[in-house]
Every structure is written in structure tokens, then in C-alpha cells.
């Protein structure tokens, strides 16, 4: 395993740790609202915190981008780490056990480590960058479906984008009638393992985050799917639109998505 990524490990594992002690005690668990049906609880915090820490015992010059401290610049930005400390809080707060530590190392730019760990499950997602993607050290590939029927969909309601609901349930409703069915889990990081894993055929959200996709997109194209925006493009990143699934499946998805894709989603 690279030092990198087994540092990413020890973190998410460290993380992990924190959140089911957290899960399993809901009394003390604190919550307040960010903004629109976006929360972080204590919990969050806490496992942001083991995180950050377990990064920078090994890697103190380092970047670090979360979802909760925001930048906290090193003296060497070339490596910057992406992280979610819990990817799935409502599904934490609600006591719905899904959702996970996501955590990626990008170097100048490009993302060559990364980790989705299930605390519940104790399921680990790993890849490095051309070497492969991993679940509990064992190999994984995506699935082969060479078309849209018979497959399971993943997606993800776009709760915090709601004025593009019409333009999104436009495309659920088209994608539903191609494929056997469609699974809304609430956590967009396992979302792109389960991809990756086989279990899912394919994956798209509108409105994600980089902490959100940066790891489960490169655990899902190392294993052999590909990752592209609403137009077949690289821009996911920064359009936080994603499509995710093997090449004969993601054409079909984006001939459908195409359809009845907004303006305003297809940049």
C-alpha cells in the first residue's frame, strides 16, 4: 500500500471510530442547520478532527479541504487532501446506518489516493492511481452491463438544489423506465463504490460538493467505470454534476440525462 494512502486509512479508520460511538449514543449527539436541509452535527466535527489530526501528525505541510473547516492551508500545496468526515449526516441523525468517511489526497491537481470507509459495515474502499481499486483488500471491478435494462441505478435527490426538481425528475422518470430500478441511499461517496464494486450499474447526482466525489470517483474508475459530467465532459468537479458508470452503460445514461438536460446544468 503507498504511505499515502495507508496514512488515509489510519485516518478514516480513526474517523470511523468517532462516528459509531456517536451512533450508538444519539443522546449526545448535537445538531444545528447550516442552510437549506444541510446539517452537521457534533459528530461530524469530532471525526473532521481525527482526520485533520491523523493527516498531520505524518504530512504537516499539507492542505487540507473539508467539509466543515474549510482550507487549512500547508506550506506545500501541491498536496492537497479532500475530505468528508461523515458523507450521509442525515442518514446519521435519522439512525439509518449508511454513510461513510471519504477521503482523498490530490497532487498537483490530480487525485492519485483515496478512501470510502464504512464504519457500519467496516467496509473499506480503496485505490490508488493506476494501480487498481480494492474493497477490504480484495479486488473489485464494475459491473458489465452492456446496456440500461436490467441494471440498478443509484442517484441523489438534489435536496439542496430544489428549483432543478422538474429538469431532474424529468430525467429519473426516463432513466426508470429504461432500466429494472433505482436505489436514493443518501450517501454520494458509497454511492460511487457501490459502482465500483458491481453492486450498483451506474450513479448520477446533480449539485455535489469535491468532498463529495473526489475519492469515490477515482475508487470507481480505477475499477474500471468512468466519471464524466451531464455532457460527457471532465467538468464534474467543478459543476458538481456526475455521471458514473461502465462505458456502455454511461452512454445510455447520457443520451437519456441529454434529454432533458437544462441549460443551466449543461455547463
Known amino acids: 500500500m503507498h504511505p499515502m494512502l495507508n496514512i488515509a486509512v489510519r485516518a478514516a479508520r480513526n474517523a470511523g471510530q468517532v462516528i459509531v460511538k456517536g451512533f450508538a449514543n444519539p443522546d449526545n449527539v448535537e445538531t444545528r442547520q447550516k442552510g437549506l436541509s444541510d446539517f452537521v452535527t457534533n459528530v461530524d466535527l469530532d471525526a473532521e478532527n481525527a482526520v485533520v489530526n491523523t493527516i498531520r501528525k505524518s504530512y504537516p505541510e499539507h492542505t487540507i479541504i473539508g467539509e466543515e473547516c474549510g482550507e487549512l492551508a500547508g506550506s506545500n500545496a501541491d498536496y492537497q487532501w479532500i475530505i468528508d468526515p461523515l458523507d450521509g449526516t442525515t442518514n446519521f441523525m435519522k439512525g439509518i446506518p449508511h454513510f461513510a468517511v471519504s477521503i482523498a489526497l490530490r497532487v498537483k491537481g490530480r487525485t492519485e489516493q483515496a478512501v470510502v470507509y464504512d464504519p457500519i459495515r467496516d467496509e473499506l474502499f480503496t485505490a490508488s492511481r493506476g494501480a487498481g481499486a480494492q474493497l477490504n483488500g480484495y479486488r473489485i471491478r464494475a459491473g458489465k452491463a452492456k446496456d440500461l435494462s436490467n441494471t440498478v441505478l443509484a442517484t441523489g435527490f438534489p435536496f439542496k438544489q430544489k428549483h432543478q426538481t422538474d429538469a431532474y425528475l424529468a430525467m ?96
Open 172 to 267: 429519473f422518470k426516463a432513466m426508470f423506465i429504461q432500466c429494472a430500478d433505482i436505489r436514493r441511499a443518501g450517501a454520494a461517496s458509497l454511492d460511487l463504490a457501490y459502482v465500483a464494486a458491481g453492486r450498483v450499474d451506474g450513479y448520477w447526482e446533480l449539485g455535489l460538493k469535491p468532498w463529495d466525489s473526489a475519492a469515490g470517483s477515482l475508487i470507481a474508475r480505477e475499477a474500471g467505470a468512468i466519471v464524466t459530467d451531464f455532457v460527457g465532459g471532465h467538468n464534474y468537479e467543478r459543476s458538481g454534476n456526475v455521471v458514473c458508470a461502465n462505458p456502455k452503460v454511461l452512454k445510455e445514461m447520457l443520451a437519456t440525462i441529454r434529454e432533458h438536460l437544462p441549460e443551466s446544468l449543461a455547463n
